[in-house]
């Protein structure tokens, strides 16, 4: 049964950093892309980034030069650093999963994502 569990939101005021924690089990995903979407109270859930089973990363412009991705294989675990947050990155932060394994292509779409966390909640203060 595959798993993800998120960890590491909370609240920060402007300006400040997080870092998310998405571990991943019951399968190796060293082979999978991974991403992060974002859902802010009343909106639907946007994409924010994504990290390739290559290590190629791609990010929603609204956070390019403040967000990166990363993922530690033998750890079955992927990061998401936020830095120079702002209030509008406020939301619930949901890690997700694909299923098919070494795709070509980055997806940005929540439906392209097989498996998802429970989210965790990040809010900036201004």
């Known amino acids: 049964q595959v798993q993800l569990e998120e960890s590491g939101g909370g609240l920060v005021q402007a300006g400040g950093s997080l870092r998310l924690s998405c571990a991943a089990s019951?399968?190796?995903?060293?082979?999978?892309?991974m991403a992060w979407f974002r859902q802010a109270p009343g909106k639907e859930r946007e994409f924010v980034a994504a990290?390739?089973?290559?290590?190629?990363?791609y990010f929603r412009d609204s956070v390019k030069g403040r967000f990166t991705i990363s993922r530690d294989n033998a750890k079955n675990t992927v990061y998401l650093q936020m830095s120079s947050l702002k209030p509008e990155d406020t939301a619930v932060y949901y890690c997700?999963?694909?299923?098919?394994?070494?795709?070509?292509?980055?997806?940005?779409?929540?439906?392209?994502?097989?498996?998802w966390g429970q989210g965790t909640q990040v809010t900036v203060s201004s």
């Open positions: 990290i390739k089973w290559s290590g190629s990363t």
């Open positions: 019951g399968r190796t995903f060293s082979a999978y892309a």
């Open positions: 997700a999963a694909d299923n098919r394994p070494l795709r070509a292509v980055i997806n940005t779409q929540s439906g392209e994502y097989a498996y």
